[in-house]
């Protein structure tokens, strides 16, 4: 996916799933971005929470999956641009996955007793 661009309105809060590598860039004015660890989750409302603060022009690279919360801190409108991360993964890494996917399913279907 491309980058691209979000308008959040003062007080007005986002709520999304990010994967792990997605950069999150303000633009204009300043963001607060609030998430944790999304392999936590069992831990409910006891898993630590990270707290981001950008500032017009810095830059957060997220470590890893998370359901994350962007509020548009200040009295004026922030626009952040939203980078994915890596565009997918590469057709030598899908057909070697296929591969030895292919290989376990043979080996459990003809496995002898």
């Not at 392999?39 to 890893?64: F, I, M, N, Q, T």
């Not at 994350?68 to 939203?82: N, P, S, T, W």
């Amino acid at each position: 996916m491309k980058p691209f661009e979000y308008r959040y309105a003062p007080g007005q809060v986002h709520a999304a799933w990010f994967k792990r590598e997605t950069a999150i860039v303000a633009l204009e004015g300043t963001l607060r971005l609030s998430y944790r660890d999304a392999s936590l989750d069992w831990l409910l409302g006891d898993a630590p929470r990270v707290s981001v603060v950008l500032c017009e022009g810095e830059r957060h690279v997220l470590p890893y999956e998370a359901f994350v919360e962007v509020l548009a801190a200040g009295q004026r409108a922030a626009i952040a641009q939203i980078d994915t991360g890596p565009r997918g993964q590469t057709m030598v890494a899908t057909i070697g996955r296929w591969l030895v996917s292919i290989a376990r399913l043979n080996g459990a279907l003809f496995r002898r007793s």
